[in-house]
């Protein structure tokens, strides 16, 4: 399931479940590095780590229920991930200098620089770790001792306790982001990056609380925690430079890359520490106070519905079709033309009095239409639905379809919608106008180069005319 905590359920089993979810996972992509020997090693370790990390900003929520058990849990777990660094840290360095590279594909120093960087990756990747290493049976019995202590842990009900947590994850990240802005030195990000990223791995925990609200706020703090951790990459790799400068080349070709690092951590910083602001705006206890009203209104109420949007400030729509047909014998020459759209209409079922079609108008989109009634004025009930809906409905309207080019075209204060049919109707040209009031309806006046009314004649209606075809008596028009 979801990294998650759902709200209206014990808090205590959600936990102990998130925990076991977590745990079982990295546990599990273990047994597939000792037993699959075409497993992707380095892939299943970065996945391990990730869930470590997970595992911990679950516990670091509850930590004030955990006591000296929160010690020893969050321990357990990092060493676990360290027996494991040491691959992460054989690759991290060479997709530090890709993302150098990626804004200087042309820099020759820096892609040599790099390609030096990535045999020395490789030659580490192949000692790092494999999958009979004691390191890989170690870090499991790590993980597994871990998850055990995580299903005893005691937890109160109602959401103080984890409330007290993020107040605490907040507050360690909003004296960080001080003291960073302050004196912006690479420990200060890291220590600001760390507490970032236990905030990020909460508000995903307590996400179902308000998910119109707290989703956003995840999102931007996964890229905050990102652009951090891309800091202190870009950190480790000057490290590494000035501690080691003949590994990597000549001083000119070092300082190069060094300045390019610093260069781009100044970018990085600015942007972040902007972020930040707007993040941790609020004082530690009315943030945690205004995620805990969200939780308890989920409990309450019930949680937000994130696929049925609120309902805007649009008029509200007309369940009345009012409109008037017209037979076109003669089309003008003068007329305006270049509105125009190709629809095709099949419908699912028609009798004399009501139908349900569904339209494709191209780059319009599709809908289901429902009418009901008969004459001028009658019901109409539209939804928009989407290709693949319309696709699976048309082909159940085989013998029932309408073809036709719509050209809308202005008179006075309306749109006359002028169509030409095509296939089996071919010939037939009809023009409609729409009205928003019985009152225009009646009071319209058509065009000279209108013809004969068929408003109130049944056999006119687009359902009966994919029915049953044109009538005997219906005008053939050329149209060009």
């Known amino acids: 399931m979801a990294y998650v905590l759902r709200p209206g359920r014990r808090i205590q089993r959600e936990v102990r479940r998130v925990a076991e979810e977590r745990l079982d996972g990295a546990i599990g992509r273990l047994d597939q590095v000792m037993t699959?020997?075409?497993?992707?090693?380095?892939?299943?370790?970065?996945?391990?780590?990730?869930?470590?990390?997970?595992?911990?900003?679950?516990?670091?929520?509850?930590?004030?229920?955990?006591?000296?058990?929160?010690?020893?849990?969050?321990r357990t777990v990092r060493d676990a991930a360290n027996q494991l660094s040491t691959l992460r840290d054989a690759q991290a360095m060479v997709g530090t200098f890709d993302s150098l590279l990626a804004a200087r594909p042309h820099d020759d120093i820096l892609r040599t620089v790099r390609d030096h960087q990535a045999t020395l990756s490789t030659g580490a990747t192949q000692a790092a770790v494999a999958a009979d290493d004691d390191r890989i049976s170690a870090a499991r019995a790590l993980l597994v001792e871990a998850r055990d202590a995580s299903q005893q842990w005691k937890i109160p009900r109602g959401f103080d306790t984890i409330e007290a947590g993020i107040v605490a994850t907040y507050r360690q990240g909003r004296t960080s982001l001080r003291k960073a802005h302050a004196d912006p030195t690479d420990h200060r990000l890291h220590e600001w990056?760390?507490?970032?990223?236990?905030?990020?791995?909460?508000?995903?925990?307590?996400?179902?609380?308000?998910?119109?609200?707290?989703?956003?706020?995840?999102?931007?703090?996964?890229?905050?925690?990102?652009?951090?951790?891309d800091d202190h990459d870009l950190a480790v790799l000057v490290e590494l430079l000035d501690?080691?400068?003949?590994?990597?080349?000549?001083?000119?070709?070092?300082?190069?890359?060094?300045?390019?690092?610093?260069?781009?951590?100044?970018?990085?910083?600015?942007?972040?520490?902007?972020?930040?602001?707007?993040?941790?705006?609020?004082?530690?206890?009315?943030?945690?106070?205004?995620?805990?009203?969200?939780?308890?209104?989920a409990v309450a109420v019930s949680p937000e519905l994130p696929d049925r949007p609120i309902e805007s400030a649009k008029p509200v729509r007309s369940l009345v079709e009012r409109e008037r047909?017209?037979?076109?014998?003669?089309?003008?020459?003068?007329?305006?033309?270049?509105?125009?759209?190709?629809?095709?209409?099949?419908?699912?079922?028609?009798?004399?009095?009501?139908?349900?079609?569904?339209?494709?108008?191209?780059?319009?989109?599709?809908?289901?239409?429902?009418?009901?009634?008969?004459?001028?004025?009658?019901?109409?009930?539209?939804?928009?639905?989407?290709?693949?809906?319309?696709?699976?409905?048309?082909?159940?309207?085989?013998?029932?379809?309408?073809?036709?080019?719509?050209?809308?075209?202005?008179?006075?204060?309306?749109?006359?919608?002028?169509?030409?049919?095509?296939?089996?109707?071919?010939?037939?040209?009809?023009?409609?106008?729409?009205?928003?009031?019985?009152?225009?309806?009646?009071?319209?006046?058509?065009?000279?180069?209108f013809g004969r009314e068929v408003t109130d004649d049944g056999r006119y209606t687009n359902a009966s005319l994919a029915l049953h075809g044109l009538p005997s008596d219906g005008p053939t028009t050329t149209f060009a």
């Open 243 to 297: 501690d080691h400068p003949d590994t990597y080349g000549t001083p000119t070709e070092v300082e190069h890359v060094r300045t390019l690092a610093r260069d781009r951590q100044t970018t990085l910083r600015d942007s972040a520490l902007r972020a930040g602001a707007t993040i941790y705006a609020e004082p530690a206890h009315a943030f945690a106070q205004r995620v805990a009203r969200y939780w308890h209104l």
């Open 193 to 229: 990056r760390k507490a970032a990223k236990y905030l990020w791995y909460q508000m995903q925990l307590v996400h179902d609380a308000a998910p119109s609200v707290l989703g956003p706020l995840v999102e931007q703090l996964d890229l905050l925690a990102e652009a951090l951790g």
């Open 36 to 74: 699959d020997p075409g497993a992707d090693i380095e892939t299943l370790v970065h996945e391990v780590r990730k869930r470590c990390k997970a595992s911990r900003g679950l516990a670091r929520l509850v930590e004030p229920a955990l006591g000296d058990d929160f010690a020893s849990f969050d």
């Open 325 to 449: 047909k017209f037979l076109v014998d003669v089309v003008p020459d003068d007329l305006d033309r270049s509105d125009v759209i190709a629809l095709r209409q099949g419908y699912l079922a028609a009798d004399e009095a009501r139908s349900v079609r569904v339209r494709d108008a191209g780059p319009e989109g599709c809908t289901l239409t429902v009418k009901a009634g008969s004459g001028a004025e009658r019901t109409e009930l539209e939804w928009p639905i989407e290709r693949r809906e319309f696709d699976a409905a048309w082909v159940h309207t085989v013998g029932q379809r309408v073809e036709k080019a719509r050209y809308r075209i202005p008179f006075a204060e309306y749109i006359v919608e002028l169509d030409v049919f095509a296939g089996d109707l071919d010939g037939l040209v009809m023009a409609e106008v729409e009205f928003t009031s019985s009152d225009a309806l009646r009071a319209f006046e058509q065009p000279a180069w």
